[in-house]
Each structure stands twice: as structure tokens, then as C-alpha cells.
């Protein structure tokens, strides 16, 4: 985000219209359909410039949603320490996130934009398979990628729902040593248990 | 919601000045601070004709909320087979009342208003807690009944979000007999496993 030492004059432009573009086209035809040659061409630059700018596709991709942190550094934070912990990580990690930002508003703006309209539901749904569950799913080394990524989904935006949203007591309040282990304990059932059902549902185990 | 027989011309005016009052009443004071006297001199109408409506300070506010389904009956069914599978039975009887809605309208418009406006989430976070979940949580005999409510929220509001809003497969198509047992184990645990760190967390155990 920071401006790069000798910029021309007219760079700033042009990666303005790569970015206009790409929010177009990733909210109207989705992440998979979506082609770093047809964003240059509807931004009406070289697609040489898109690499130039972007790197990649998945960096086109997270910069055309504003977020307030790179994603991909904080995805390979949570597997620096192995995945035999990665459920509380997650916990803490995301509560970080959310808590440092004073009333979360770019997160509830995210949030908000997805309840209310289908094409940011598909933006947010994208980033958060694609950029950070699926990938510390696959990181795990589980079976099943898309379906353990979608619980911890489930798990993820529903915690943000009740803090944030909602304010349930006392998961609003609670402090992220309070939620770690309770929310990252099903974070890693959902990463790294059988998903077998009867083989070791792990609530039965214990009850 | 069915006309009684023999409602007299005015019946209804009265019973929607009630509910009116009640709306903004629940709303801006809260559940807790809201008694039924105040509703019926906020309405202008006797204090007897609000049991007479809504039976109960309970059923008026859930009838202020204009609910697709009569809650009180939905947990005493959820509580009819004891508290050993209760998890599973919440995921089965919730998916059930979101999927025979088509296209989900009114369960939608509570969570976008939610998102929206704290008031609508001061109301949706008040029939949950108070109508559905800490009954539950209650019933089920475990201590700490507000932090296991309000996990289960968490787990529940997040999966409406995944398979409604954000369509994460394979949860947005998945069957009710395959998300039952996984995210049912989720309730299971957060209502009756030892909430205490380290005794027996059951990812813990499995991993």
C-alpha cells in the first residue's frame, strides 16, 4: 500500500483501472472465472502491467477487496507452528484482527455488504475459502478440504456474528485466553478429527 | 396468529397498538428492563388486555419479533427426548425451519437487519438468548449457562451464515443428515463437555 520510490506520474491511474476492473469482474463472473488477461483487457491495459502491479491473481484478487491486512502473511503465520495447534491460532488470530480495529469497521462493512447483497457474499466467500481457509485445510492434511474449510467458515463468521454483531454475553466480552481454547477446540475437530460420522464424534466421546 | 371466533371490531387495533408499543419498547430498553405494565400505558390501554393478548411478557415479545414459527413449542420438542443428542436435534430442527422457507425471506431479513441496526440486533440476540438458547442451555444441566448459550449461538447464527448468505459449499447443499451429526457434535460439546481448559478438551483428546 505504500507508494514506490520513482513512481511515474499515471501509474497510480492505471492501477486504479486494473483495480476497477477486477472488482467488476471477480463480483460478476466469481474468482474462478475470472482471468488476469480478461481484467487487462477491460481496464484496457497491457497485461504485463496487472502482473507488474499485482504479482498474481490471488494478489489482484486480495487487493480488489480493501482488507485491512495481508492476508497472505497472516495465512502463513497460523501454519508457522504446524497445524497440531492451528485451532487456537486461528482464535486468536482472527480476534486480533477484529479487536484492534477501533468499532471493526471495514470487518462489519464486510459483513454487512454480504447479508445485504449476493455479489459481496461472493467476494467475502471467495477470499475466505480461497485465501485463508482452504489453504490451512489443505496445510492440515485432512480429506474432505472443502468441507472442513466450510465448517470452520461456519465457526469463524458465526464467532464474529456473536461478538461483534450481536453481542452475546459473554463471548463479547470474553477475552481471546478465554475463547481460544473453547472456539479453536472445534476449529481443529473440524480440521484435523474424522469427519466419519459415529467413528469418534468427539462430543460423544466425551459425554 | 389464527382469528379467534368471536373477536370483536377493535380487537385488532388494540392488540397492534400493543405489539407497537412493545416493539419499541423491547427495542430501545432491552428485554430485562421492559415490564408488560409500561407496554400497556406506552399503548394507552389496560394492563389486563395485554395477558389478555399475549399471555405473557415471553409471548409478547416474541409475537413483537412476528416470528415464521411459535418458539416456545420448537424447544419444548427440542427438549422432548432428553439433553443427550440435543445437539444433533438443534441442527436438524434449525436447518428444517430454514429450509422450508423459500429463499429464507423473513429469517434473512432478521440477520440483514441485524447487521444493520444494533436495535434489530439487540431483539434478535434477545429472543435467541432468552426464548431458545439459555432454556437449552439450562436444561441440559450444565454450569456456566450463558457461555454455553452463547457458543451455541456462535455455532448456530454461523452456520445460517455459511449455508444461507455466504454459500460455502459443500454446507449451502449439503444434507441436514450430514451437517446434523458434525456441527450437532459442536452443540453437543459446547451444552455438556467440562468448558474447563485443558480437562478434556475433546480435539485435544482426538488429535
Known amino acids: 500500500m505504500s507508494p514506490r520510490a520513482g513512481r511515474r506520474p ?3 491511474v492505471t492501477r486504479g483501472l486494473i483495480l476497477a476492473a477486477a472488482k467488476t469482474a471477480f463480483s460478476e463472473r466469481g474468482y474462478d472465472a475470472t482471468s488476469m488477461r480478461a481484467i487487462a483487457r477491460e481496464a484496457g491495459v497491457d497485461p504485463a502491467l496487472v502482473v507488474h502491479y499485482f504479482g ?3 494478489g489482484l484478487f486480495e487487493a480488489s477487496l480493501e482488507l485491512p491486512v495481508e492476508i497472505g502473511a497472516l495465512v502463513a503465520g497460523l501454519l508457522e507452528g504446524g497445524t497440531d495447534a492451528v485451532g487456537e491460532r486461528i482464535v486468536r488470530t482472527f480476534l486480533g484482527v477484529w479487536d484492534a480495529t477501533p468499532g471493526q469497521g471495514p470487518m462489519l462493512a464486510m459483513l454487512r455488504g454480504a447479508v445485504s ?3 459481496s457474499a461472493d467476494r467475502l466467500r471467495m477470499m475466505l475459502a480461497h485465501q485463508v481457509l482452504q489453504p490451512i485445510a489443505a496445510a492440515a492434511g485432512g480429506d474432505q478440504t472443502e468441507l472442513r474449510a466450510s465448517l470452520v467458515a461456519a465457526q469463524v463468521v458465526g464467532l464474529a456474528m456473536a ?6 454475553e459473554p ?11 473453547l472456539i479453536g477446540g472445534t476449529l481443529q475437530r473440524y480440521l484435523t478429527a474424522s469427519l466419519d460420522p459415529g467413528s469418534g464424534d468427539p462430543a460423544q466421546q466425551h459425554a
Chains 1, 2 share one sequence.
Open 117 to 119: 447483497h449476493p455479489d
Open 56 to 58: 498474481s491473481k490471488v
Open 10 to 12: 499515471g501509474e497510480s
Open 171 to 181: 463471548i463479547a466480552s470474553a477475552s481471546p485466553d478465554v475463547l481460544a481454547p
Open 163 to 168: 461478538r461483534y454483531v450481536l453481542r452475546f
